[in-house]
């Protein structure tokens, strides 16, 4: 074969520059983009010194290559020694990538590379740290309860953090799983196998994906070197479809190995009745989510709700709210839009818009419905013309309110997003959080979050209308606690009870325990739907909402209401709490 068809083979097949000093080594000097030029003992034909490894035995072999144990003679240490299986272009531009990148995120979670090179038959090594433990999926293997694997969750957040670190050096791993995840004899946790890494900053010629792959069968092998890289069962559906994968495909497998921890098999839906804590729930609920733009963005978002809940701190990830609080009344939407359908959507938001004129001396053009439910009052918002987004944390609530809003017509964008951690698409005028969905933040910390969240999705002077209970209904003992409702449809009586539970009330918290049921009967007594359900809810003092929104640092009180309602200020005898924020 000449040179220039070898070239044209090896530039087809891998999408290098057919001039890196590779396989076979060339004389030309090397021609290679700068974030991933080779070092001079994997791209140089020369020896490196190999036998200053003594192996001893085999320790792993995979699809690509192959682990040896051995024994660093000029140091006095044992060691780990990588090799190829067998010698391909295409394969030693993936080992190299492999090395370099490994050799580059310098952190104590991911392995460290010691040494490289070639051997005297020109074939490419590298050495690591030996690993001394086992992967996390044979200790998740020898666990019999929730409990016993709920203790390597400190595992799990270390491995997290570790891919938190690869993320902030635009790399991600594409084929995180417990069998690549190594626990040390004394706890200390390892990253391993960094073969399908990809570098997003830059092309990267030692990546199969890299190159247009078009014309390339989607192969479902584990690990395979083609259009599909990963393991089915740990991949993002982006992956599984042969798309591109960035930091949010390294989220999904991590929530997934999360899920494994909860419900003991890989995928298992975990059902809130289950033991499992909601928080958990939650936070493998955001970062398993079907679409990209619903999970953490990053692994750093999902290490830090994890290292939270370990810190007996509360978490309201995308879904805990549904998983926590209400949550079976927000997997109900038909029934939670028919038991509120007694409010009027339309006076509501002229209240919002006057407010807003009130306090701007303008309208608004855009708008943000917070804890948007079936999203009704952003969809009036966008049936006057303006441009609209809605988020909500329960997934059920989400897919309903998008239905919704195709069915009307509307181009309103409507997320599944966390309430204390969410990105908008571009900046709004006016947000609103209505029917006291904001009892459902329990700690200040929460609260904060939630806030300076809502801030970065609003332009400076934007305003954020919240309807509050009002405080009084805290302390005031022995008023009625006990709401009752109906509601009549074509199809029968909804009867809704909402109950504050006065014995639960926790004057330090301002938590208290609410119980409701709604019972869906045909008009002769026949029983359609029937949901109990029970959640915490926190109450404000108007002090206390004014420290937290000062403390927020994004937000200053300009207004407080005391219905929604313009003509009505904010007094002992109102009905509501309605503050409304203006964005610094």
């Given at each position: 074969m000449s040179e220039q068809e070898r070239d044209e083979i090896v530039s087809k097949t891998t999408n290098l520059d057919p001039t890196i000093q590779l396989y076979p080594p060339k004389s030309q000097p090397e021609k290679v983009n700068a974030a991933t030029k080779l070092p001079k003992s994997l791209a140089s034909p020369s020896t490196r010194n190999r036998e200053r490894y003594d192996v001893t035995r085999e320790h792993a072999r995979g699809g690509m290559g192959r682990i040896l144990d051995a024994y660093d003679v000029e140091l006095g240490r044992r060691v780990a020694l990588k090799e190829l299986l067998r010698r391909t272009p295409e394969l030693e531009a993936r080992f190299a990538r492999e090395a370099l990148i490994t050799a580059r995120l310098q952190h104590p979670g991911i392995v460290p590379i010691h040494d490289a090179g070639r051997d005297e038959t020109g074939a490419p090594f590298y050495v690591m740290k030996l690993l001394n433990g086992e992967s996390l999926k044979i200790k998740l293997s020898r666990c019999s309860s929730l409990v016993e694997r709920l203790e390597l969750l400190p595992n799990l957040l270390a491995a997290a953090e570790a891919v938190a670190f690869a993320h902030a050096n635009r790399v991600i791993h594409r084929d995180l799983k417990p069998s690549n995840i190594m626990v040390g004899e004394y706890g200390e946790t390892v990253v391993i196998d960094w073969g399908l890494a990809k570098e997003l900053s830059s092309p990267d010629p030692g990546d199969p994906t890299s190159a247009d792959r078009s014309d390339s069968p989607c192969d479902t092998n584990v690990t395979a070197a083609g259009a599909l890289l990963g393991t089915i069962d740990y991949m993002a559906p982006e992956q599984a479809h042969c798309e591109?994968?960035?930091?949010?495909?390294?989220?999904?497998?991590?929530?997934?190995?999360?899920?494994?921890?909860?419900?003991?098999?890989?995928?298992?839906?975990?059902?809130?009745?289950?033991?499992?804590?909601?928080?958990?729930?939650?936070?493998?609920?955001?970062?398993?989510?079907?679409?990209?733009?619903?999970?953490?963005?990053?692994?750093?978002?999902?290490?830090?709700?994890?290292?939270?809940?370990?810190?007996?701190?509360?978490?309201?990830?995308?879904?805990?709210?549904?998983?926590?609080?209400?949550?079976?009344?927000?997997?109900?939407?038909?029934?939670?839009?028919?038991?509120?359908?007694?409010?009027?959507?339309?006076?509501?938001?002229?209240?919002?818009?006057?407010?807003?004129?009130?306090?701007?001396?303008?309208?608004?053009?855009?708008?943000?419905?917070?804890?948007?439910?079936?999203?009704?009052?952003?969809?009036?918002?966008?049936?006057?013309?303006?441009?609209?987004?809605?988020?909500?944390?329960?997934?059920?609530?989400?897919?309903?309110?998008?239905?919704?809003?195709?069915?009307?017509?509307?181009?309103?964008?409507?997320?599944?997003?966390?309430?204390?951690?969410?990105?908008?698409?571009?900046?709004?005028?006016?947000?609103?959080?209505?029917?006291?969905?904001?009892?459902?933040?329990?700690?200040?910390?929460?609260?904060?979050?939630?806030?300076?969240?809502?801030?970065?999705?609003?332009?400076?002077?934007?305003?954020?209308?919240?309807?509050?209970?009002?405080?009084?209904?805290?302390?005031?003992?022995?008023?009625?606690?006990?709401?009752?409702?109906?509601?009549?449809?074509?199809?029968?009586?909804?009867?809704?009870?909402?109950?504050?539970?006065?014995?639960?009330?926790?004057p330090t918290t301002q938590c208290q325990q609410v119980d409701v049921l709604m019972r869906y009967c045909t008009d002769s007594g026949e029983v359609i739907e029937q949901l109990r359900d029970s959640s915490l809810e926190r109450g404000f003092t108007f002090n206390e909402l004014d420290a937290i929104v000062r403390a927020s640092g994004v937000f200053r009180l300009v207004r407080v209401f005391g219905a929604l309602s313009i003509n009505q200020e904010f007094s002992c005898d109102s009905w509501r709490m309605v503050p409304v924020l203006e964005a610094v």
């Amino acid at each position: 074969m000449s040179e220039q068809e070898r070239d044209e083979i090896v530039s087809k097949t891998t999408n290098l520059d057919p001039t890196i000093q590779l396989y076979p080594p060339k004389s030309q000097p090397e021609k290679v983009n700068a974030a991933t030029k080779l070092p001079k003992s994997l791209a140089s034909p020369s020896t490196r010194n190999r036998e200053r490894y003594d192996v001893t035995r085999e320790h792993a072999r995979g699809g690509m290559g192959r682990i040896l144990d051995a024994y660093d003679v000029e140091l006095g240490r044992r060691v780990a020694l990588k090799e190829l299986l067998r010698r391909t272009p295409e394969l030693e531009a993936r080992f190299a990538r492999e090395a370099l990148i490994t050799a580059r995120l310098q952190h104590p979670g991911i392995v460290p590379i010691h040494d490289a090179g070639r051997d005297e038959t020109g074939a490419p090594f590298y050495v690591m740290k030996l690993l001394n433990g086992e992967s996390l999926k044979i200790k998740l293997s020898r666990c019999s309860s929730l409990v016993e694997r709920l203790e390597l969750l400190p595992n799990l957040l270390a491995a997290a953090e570790a891919v938190a670190f690869a993320h902030a050096n635009r790399v991600i791993h594409r084929d995180l799983k417990p069998s690549n995840i190594m626990v040390g004899e004394y706890g200390e946790t390892v990253v391993i196998d960094w073969g399908l890494a990809k570098e997003l900053s830059s092309p990267d010629p030692g990546d199969p994906t890299s190159a247009d792959r078009s014309d390339s069968p989607c192969d479902t092998n584990v690990t395979a070197a083609g259009a599909l890289l990963g393991t089915i069962d740990y991949m993002a559906p982006e992956q599984a479809h042969c798309e591109a994968a960035d930091e949010r495909s390294d989220v999904y497998a991590l929530g997934t190995i999360l899920n494994e921890m909860l419900s003991g098999k890989c995928r298992d839906e975990i059902s809130p009745d289950d033991h499992a804590p909601r928080d958990l729930i939650g936070i493998a609920s955001k970062a398993t989510a079907p679409r990209p733009e619903d999970r953490y963005p990053t692994a750093n978002e999902f290490a830090s709700h994890l290292n939270r809940f370990l810190k007996n701190r509360i978490v309201y990830s995308a879904l805990t709210n549904a998983a926590r609080n209400h949550h079976r009344v927000y997997g109900k939407p038909t029934l939670y839009e028919l038991a509120f359908s007694y409010r009027d959507i339309s006076a509501e938001c002229r209240f919002l818009k006057d407010a807003y004129h009130q306090i701007t001396g303008s309208s608004p053009t855009s708008f943000l419905d917070v804890a948007a439910g079936p999203a009704c009052h952003s969809r009036w918002f966008a049936a006057q013309g303006a441009k609209c987004s809605a988020i909500d944390s329960a997934e059920e609530m989400v897919r309903y309110g998008r239905e919704r809003i195709h069915e009307l017509g509307f181009d309103l964008d409507y997320c599944c997003a966390d309430m204390v951690d969410f990105r908008t698409k571009g900046k709004h005028d006016l947000a609103a959080c209505m029917l006291n969905s904001l009892t459902y933040l329990h700690t200040n910390e929460s609260v904060i979050a939630h806030l300076q969240a809502v801030a970065r999705a609003l332009r400076p002077g934007g305003l954020y209308v919240i309807e509050l209970g009002h405080p009084v209904e805290l302390f005031r003992r022995g008023s009625p606690t006990l709401h009752t409702w109906k509601i009549q449809d074509n199809r029968g009586v909804l009867s809704v009870a909402w109950e504050y539970v006065e014995a639960t009330f926790d004057p330090t918290t301002q938590c208290q325990q609410v119980d409701v049921l709604m019972r869906y009967c045909t008009d002769s007594g026949e029983v359609i739907e029937q949901l109990r359900d029970s959640s915490l809810e926190r109450g404000f003092t108007f002090n206390e909402l004014d420290a937290i929104v000062r403390a927020s640092g994004v937000f200053r009180l300009v207004r407080v209401f005391g219905a929604l309602s313009i003509n009505q200020e904010f007094s002992c005898d109102s009905w509501r709490m309605v503050p409304v924020l203006e964005a610094v």
